[in-house]
């Protein structure tokens, strides 16, 4: 069975950290490419962080570069989102997501929100 199961979303104040994790099983995470989206309510989901399996070439939406950074642990099949100097405008639902497709890039992994697998999503709130 496919999974993708995210875990440590939460909520914290602005300024904090949060990091995510997403455990893949039922396929080998190491072909694809993986990435991050997050969605708010009533809007389309944003691509907010992909990282390409071909080159290793990451994207980074720009409200989260400097902030935000993926990676991934083939060995333990689970992609990371660390997530530094939080601001309100980050709260969102954040879903994992990986694509098989070689000729996908990262960015258009990300902007064209591709997925083959998606993860149930984790809600992380940055409030008071």
């Known amino acids: 069975q496919v999974q993708l199961v995210e875990s440590g979303g939460g909520l914290v104040q602005p300024g904090g950290s949060l990091r995510l994790s997403c455990a893949a099983s039922?396929?080998?995470?190491?072909?694809?490419?993986i990435g991050w989206l997050r969605q708010v309510p009533g809007q389309e989901r944003e691509g907010v962080s992909c990282?390409?399996?071909?080159?290793?070439?990451?994207y980074y939406a720009d409200s989260v570069k400097g902030r935000f950074t993926i990676s991934r642990d083939n060995a333990k099949a689970t992609v990371y989102l660390q997530m530094n100097s939080l601001k309100p405008e980050d709260t969102a639902v954040y879903y994992c997501a990986a694509s098989l497709n070689p000729l996908v890039t990262a960015q258009a992994m990300c902007v064209m929100r591709f997925g083959d697998y998606w993860g149930q999503g984790t809600q992380v709130t940055v409030s008071t």
């Open positions: 039922g396929f080998t995470l190491d072909y694809y490419n």
């Open positions: 990282l390409s399996r071909r080159n290793g070439s990451t």
